[in-house]
């Protein structure tokens, strides 16, 4: 592919894509700061936006993939083309360029079949699952300010464990970041969320240093997570972010090695209500399969494999709209929490 067919291709994406909102999927990565110069403003767009791609294709795949298969296996590296392939759309946001110079801000949405397709090749797993919401609560004695823009311009929402910023102008109860569970649940309450991430920020003579404590409000436990570093406030936040989301990655391996099967009853009010149930269950991190055994105008029977915790289980759905529960008549029920009431 030439330099000026890349660009074009680029040019066409950034039409297509402009205005766009991108949903919180793990296949999204946000606000890449590329800067570039060139010896024309066309070929320091080509490299800003090509090393951009390159930036962005690696987070996404480091988000992926497990850590158990990459230390094995490795990722190699894609190349502009393979990265081409994957791109479903890209927009430029901040954009400024000078006669030899172009910097801006890229957001670029990748493809899940075009990923799949390229880790397959690999011979290396996609898990694209998340986890349910956490409420981030920063704490940095030099400036929560800082703190808090890094964790809200970083575009968290997308990984695979989402991070939703707490907000407060008088500052936050300091018993959350030693794990107090009623601190937490306090402050929780506001955000109709149940799983609260304390993340304190230092700086060290090195850089910057942040440590993280995993408060689960549903099980009131807390669990420290541990003190990752970075030079920068920015890539101190990202290993941060990168360390909670292997830990996901890792529990939800281990709850599939001990996964069980559970004989359920879906009920549903329409054909759209059970589309959404579908959705809820096949995107559902504890559910590893789902199997269909028969189905009526208003309900289903399914055998659903999952990791074993069924509290677990119950409360993920929870937080997605439907209802976990026993019925004396049917067993275990599954449904809208509109349509069970």
């Not at 936040?237 to 996901?248: G, I, K």
């Not at 589309?275 to 096949?282: C, G, S």
């Not at 976990?324 to 049917?330: E, I, V, W």
Request: negative net charge; proline residues 4%.
């Amino acid at each position: 592919m030439t330099r000026y067919i890349f660009i074009f291709i680029l040019t066409v994406f950034s039409v297509f894509s402009a205005g766009l909102s991108h949903a919180a999927d793990p296949f999204t990565v946000t606000n890449i700061a590329v800067d570039a110069q060139g010896a024309t403003a066309i070929e320091a767009q080509e490299i800003a936006l090509q090393d951009g791609q390159a930036q962005a294709a690696a987070i996404m795949l480091r988000r992926v993939t497990l850590p158990s298969e990459t230390a094995a296996r490795g990722v190699p590296e894609p190349t502009p083309e393979m990265i081409g392939r994957m791109i479903r759309a890209l927009e430029i946001s901040n954009e400024q360029r000078t006669a030899q110079r172009y910097f801006g801000d890229v957001t670029i949405a990748f493809n899940p079949n075009e990923v799949r397709r390229f880790l397959q090749a690999n011979r290396l797993s996609l898990f694209s699952s998340q986890a349910q919401n956490r409420l981030v609560v920063p704490f940095f004695r030099l400036d929560e300010t800082a703190l808090s823009d890094v964790l809200t311009k970083g575009g968290y929402e997308h990984a695979l464990t989402p991070l939703v910023v707490a907000q407060s102008e008088q500052g936050f109860d300091p018993a959350i970041a030693s794990g107090n569970i009623d601190a937490a649940a306090r402050l929780a309450a506001g955000y109709n969320l149940n799983q609260v991430l304390a993340l304190s920020a230092d700086e060290t003579l090195q850089g910057y240093a942040v440590s993280l404590t995993d408060i689960s409000l549903n099980s009131r436990t807390a669990r420290n997570l541990g003190t990752v570093t970075g030079p920068s406030l920015e890539l101190a936040v990202a290993a941060a972010v990168e360390r909670l989301q292997d830990d996901w990655k890792q529990a939800s391996v281990s709850l599939a090695a001990s996964a069980q099967d559970l004989p359920v009853s879906v009920l549903f009010s329409s054909q759209s209500d059970w589309q959404q149930l579908q959705d809820v269950i096949n995107d559902s991190a504890q559910i590893q399969s789902a199997r269909l055994d028969a189905i009526s105008k208003d309900g289903a029977l399914m055998t659903l494999s999952y990791g074993g915790d069924l509290q677990r289980l119950t409360n993920e759905l929870f937080f997605k709209g439907v209802v976990l529960k026993s019925d004396p008549d049917m067993g275990i029920i599954i449904g809208r929490s509109d349509y069970l009431q």
